[in-house]
C-alpha cells in the first residue's frame, strides 16, 4: 500500500526546485502564484540564494513546503496516496497535498507559523540537540529530571527512528540533559545549529499566534488518512486535524510512531515529496522491510 510523507525544516538546499520551475508548466505557474502570495519572489532565493539567507525560517518553512506540495501535485494522477504523513512542517505539506487544505492557505499557513516561530525564538533563546542510540524511555526519564532541576525546559522534540531522538528545551537544560545522556550511556549528545526550542512549551507564543490564523482556516476532508505527529495516528475529521494542528508546535513529533503505525495499518511503500533524503532513511532504521524512495525512483 503506498505512503506519501514529507520532509521538514533542515531538507532545504540552494538550487531547490528549479529543474520542476524550468521544466513543468504546472510547477512554474505554482511557483509563481507562491511568490504573488508571498509579496517577494522566494523562488530567487531557493534558486540562486545563499544558504545563509535560505536557513532563515521565516524563508527555509515556506521554501520547504513548497517544493514537497508542487512535487507531489506535478505527479498527477501517479499521486495516489493511500496514506499520509509529514514530519513537523511537512504536516502542513501533506495536508496540502492530499486536498485538506488549499494551495494558497497551505503556503499562508507555513509562513505565518515560520513568522510567529521567527520570532518565539528571538524572544527566548534556546536549542535543540540530538542523542544519538539510547532509548527513548531513558531520554524521556532524563529530561523529566533535568526539568525540575530550576535549569529550565527540556523535553523530547523528535522521535526519529529507533536510536535516534532530538530534545528541545532551554540553553543551560539541553547542557545538562547532554551530559546526563551521555552518561546513561549516548554515544552522542548534539547541539544542534537551530535558533530555537521547536516542538517544546517555549513554543507557546508562537502557538498563540499560529492558532489564530489556523482557527480562520478552512480544513476539508482529505483525499486519504493523515497520520499527525501529535498522537502519530490517523485523521480524516477536519476539526480533528485542526485541533493536532494547533497543539503541534508546542507537542513532540511522533515520527517514529507514525510510521509505525502506518506500517501496522498496510503501507508497504513509501514516497518522500520534498528536497532531501531524511525520511528515506529514517524509514529504513524503522523498519527495513518496506520501501522507501524519492519521487521518481
Known amino acids: 500500500m503506498k505512503a506519501f510523507v514529507f520532509p521538514g525544516q533542515g531538507a532545504q538546499f540552494v538550487g531547490m526546485g528549479k529543474d520542476l520551475y524550468e521544466n513543468n508548466p504546472l510547477a512554474k505557474e505554482l511557483f509563481e502564484k507562491a511568490n504573488d502570495i508571498l509579496g517577494y519572489r522566494i523562488t530567487d532565493i531557493m534558486f540562486e540564494g545563499t544558504d545563509e539567507e535560505l536557513k532563515q525560517t521565516k524563508v527555509t518553512q515556506p521554501a520547504v513546503f513548497l517544493h514537497s506540495v508542487i512535487s507531489a501535485l506535478c505527479m498527477g494522477d501517479a499521486f495516489d496516496p493511500k496514506m499520509a504523513a509529514g514530519h513537523s512542517l511537512g504536516e502542513f505539506s501533506a495536508l496540502t497535498a492530499a486536498g485538506a487544505l488549499s494551495f494558497e492557505d497551505g503556503l499562508k499557513l507555513v509562513y505565518a507559523r515560520a513568522m510567529a516561530m521567527q520570532k518565539a525564538c528571538e524572544a527566548q533563546p534556546s536549542t ?51 551530559e546526563q545522556l551521555k552518561a546513561a550511556g549516548a554515544k552522542r549528545a548534539l547541539p ?59 507537542s513532540s513529533v511522533r515520527w517514529a510512531q507514525s510510521v509505525e503505525n502506518m506500517i501496522a495499518d498496510g503501507a508497504d511503500d513509501f514516497t518522500e515529496c520534498g528536497p532531501g533524503k531524511a525520511l528515506q532513511g529514517m524509514i529504513a532504521k524503522i523498519n527495513k522491510e518496506v520501501s522507501a524512495h524519492s519521487i521518481g525512483e
Open 128 to 178: 535543540m540537540a540530538a542523542i544519538i542510540a539510547l532509548p527513548f524511555d531513558k531520554i524521556e526519564e532524563i529530561c523529566a529530571e533535568v526539568s525540575k532541576m530550576g535549569k529550565g525546559v527540556v523535553v523530547p522534540a523528535n522521535y526519529n527512528c529507533p536510536g535516534q531522538l532530538v530534545i528541545s528545551g532551554d540553553f543551560d537544560a539541553i547542557n545538562e540533559a547532554c
Open 192 to 250: 544542534l545549529k537551530v535558533g530555537g526550542a521547536f516542538h517544546s512549551p517555549l513554543m507557546q507564543p508562537a502557538k498563540d499566534e499560529l492558532q489564530a490564523a489556523i482557527e480562520k482556516t478552512e480544513i476539508k476532508t482529505p483525499k486519504c488518512p493523515v497520520y499527525q505527529n501529535v498522537d502519530a495516528k490517523p485523521h480524516t475529521d477536519p476539526a480533528e486535524i485542526k485541533a493536532n494542528l494547533i497543539a503541534q508546535l508546542t
